[in-house]
């Protein structure tokens, strides 16, 4: 009896060390847009303290090709994209960041993969 309790205990323990933590970094982004002018604008809040800072995403660092970095538990990564556009010019950004880090990085997306494939 007490080996069939401690089994349950221990089956139970590690489901819950298995369940993601909550994200320590939040990322944002929306564009504001006119006839003649266009901007993205994105804000990264530390969950922990509460602290937001707005992010200068033409200061980021660029993907230079695929933005596979490894394996790691589910919930590291999250990407904010969003559009610009004025009567003559539209532009699409993509975010990435790193939920445990806050890290930023701005996806080239003419260098990434494409899904599915093409043939």
Same mark, same amino acid.
């Given at each position: 009896?007490?080996? @069939?309790?401690?089994?349950?205990? !221990?089956?139970?323990?590690?489901?819950?060390?298995?369940? @993601?933590?909550?994200?320590?970094?939040?990322?944002?982004? @929306?564009?504001?847009?006119?006839? %003649?002018?266009?901007?993205?604008? +994105? =804000?990264?809040?530390? %969950?922990?303290?509460?602290?937001?800072?707005?992010?200068?995403?033409?200061?980021?660092? =660029?993907?230079?090709?695929?933005? =596979?970095?490894? !394996?790691? /538990? @589910?919930?590291?990564?999250?990407?904010? +994209?969003?559009? %610009?556009? !004025?009567?003559?010019?539209?532009?699409?950004?993509?975010?990435?960041?790193?939920?445990?880090?806050?890290?930023?990085?701005?996806?080239?997306?003419?260098?990434?993969?494409?899904? /599915?494939?093409? /043939?």
């Amino acid at each position: 009896m007490k080996l @069939a309790l401690l089994l349950a205990l !221990t089956a139970c323990s590690d489901r819950v060390a298995s369940i @993601a933590s909550p994200a320590n970094y939040e990322l944002d982004c @929306a564009s504001t847009n006119t006839a %003649t002018a266009a901007q993205l604008n +994105c =804000v990264r809040t530390d %969950t922990r303290t509460g602290e937001i800072l707005v992010v200068d995403y033409m200061k980021l660092s =660029v993907s230079n090709g695929p933005t =596979v970095t490894g !394996t790691a /538990p @589910a919930g590291r990564f999250t990407t904010s +994209c969003n559009s %610009t556009s !004025t009567e003559k010019r539209a532009d699409f950004y993509c975010i990435r960041m790193n939920t445990d880090a806050g890290d930023l990085l701005l996806v080239n997306l003419q260098k990434v993969s494409i899904f /599915p494939p093409r /043939p």
